[in-house]
């Protein structure tokens, strides 16, 4: 039976009311003519108007079970099953709604991966400021003993100094890659000299470099290229920080360059033991700690100097060297 709702569609009510009047006018005119024109003009007209009818149930019907996927997706099932090649209004609507239905799974296969990388990240996050923060109340009840040497106060004191500086570089960090993340840094078009770049970020490192006995070897042209010099510093600095890390006392960290029509190369190469291959994929992950990587490691370094490049057009990728050993680290930017 035809649903009494069906009835309410205006322009069903309508098109029925203009068929009635020209099935009962066209009857009226076929008496004239005969009784049997005027019966089969009536016939004819009533059979349009159910057929009509019927068509219009069928169509309803369609629209509920859309309507009742409609729901189901909305419920979170996003199982697709409305693929129709058929031409029409019905076949046009499924079709669009397949569409925005596989955007839509697709946007929250995407939420649930952001969701789950924001659990992870958050419990990387707690447990980098759990370390810290322990060791630092426990030399703080070691100092409140007034027993305690001058010497161990002094020893104490220079840790808590030492873990609140990893504290404050870890906040600052987080921040920075909070910021890129949002896209609200907005990176300078600035023309800088490869040797200026260099001479800036190696200058924080010349401390740490001389407690291991270490040596910048530079071969770099003094070639202009485009690029935030702030920001590409702290990409610099962050490779260079890793590779002196990873480098033995007495080694050797180079930092060469090259140019050409469509980009300049900086590259970074220590005299390490290398990546290990099992970490090299993953290496620029956040958080990520190597196998070689020592305790007080964070694992974001690596990460923001490759956002940072690749939030300019560049890119930045790390390899084992094919000889002598050690790893490489190749900052590219394109020219234009």
Known sequence: ???????????????????????ALGTIACTFISAIAA???????????????????????????????????????????????????????????YKVTLTLREQNEQLKKEKAYLSDSLSDISHQLKTPLTSMFVMIDLLCDNQLKKSDRIIFTGRIRAQLERLQWLVQSLLKLSKLDAKTVVFKRQT??????????????????????????????????????????????????????HTPSGGEIQILSESNPLYTEITVRDSGSGINPLDLPYIFNRFYKGRNASEDSVGIGLAMARTIVESQGGGLEARNADTNGGAVFKFRFPKN
């Open 1 to 23: 039976m035809i649903k009494l709702g069906l009835f309410r569609n205006k322009e069903v009510k309508i098109f029925l009311i203009v068929i009635l009047l020209i099935g």
């Open 39 to 97: 019966f089969i003009t009536g016939a004819t007209s009533l059979l349009t108007i159910f057929t009509y009818l019927f068509f219009i149930r069928w169509k309803y019907k369609q629209l509920e079970k859309l309507s009742d996927y409609l729901k189901r997706v909305n419920d979170g099932d996003y199982i697709l099953e409305l693929q129709d090649n058929e031409e029409g209004e019905l076949s046009i609507l499924k079709s669009e709604i």
């Open 192 to 245: 800088i000299l490869i040797n200026e770049l260099i001479e800036k970020a190696c200058a924080p490192l010349l401390i740490p470099l001389e407690i291991k006995n270490q040596t910048f070897v530079v071969h770099a042209d003094n070639t202009p290229f485009i690029c935030d010099f702030n920001w590409t510093v702290e990409a610099l600095v962050n490779v260079l920080k890793n590779c002196i890390e």
